[in-house]
């Protein structure tokens, strides 16, 4: 995917800069995009959360229930999904 961040005149031509949005694939291999849910290593334990941003190397993922954001490797996270998620997300998503 292709973003247009502006348009640029040089000299006598014009040229429009565009800066490339990564695709980045979790752990079993599955694209992963904006707003999908996943779970992630923390300290000796699994986090929960949601993608927030992606960067050239890594993905912001902002951990249910908190206002904590890291910066994870794709390698590192596995994409959930299904009803067990859906309640889980029902019920934690308000603690602060």
């Not at 980045?24 to 000796?44: E, F, I, T």
């Not at 986090?47 to 590192?76: C, H, L, R």
Request: proline content about 5%.
């Amino acid at each position: 995917m292709i973003l247009d961040i502006g348009t640029q005149t040089q000299g006598n031509g014009k040229f429009t800069m565009t800066k490339e949005i990564p695709q980045h694939k979790d752990k079993l291999g599955r694209v992963l995009a904006l707003g999908d849910c996943v779970v992630y290593p923390q300290s000796n334990s699994l986090g929960i959360g949601v993608i927030k941003k992606f960067n050239p190397k890594m993905i912001k993922v902002a951990k249910i229930g908190s206002k904590w954001e890291q910066n994870k490797y794709p390698q590192d996270i596995v994409k959930v999904d299904g009803p067990e998620v859906s309640m889980y997300l029902l019920m934690n998503s308000s603690k602060k």
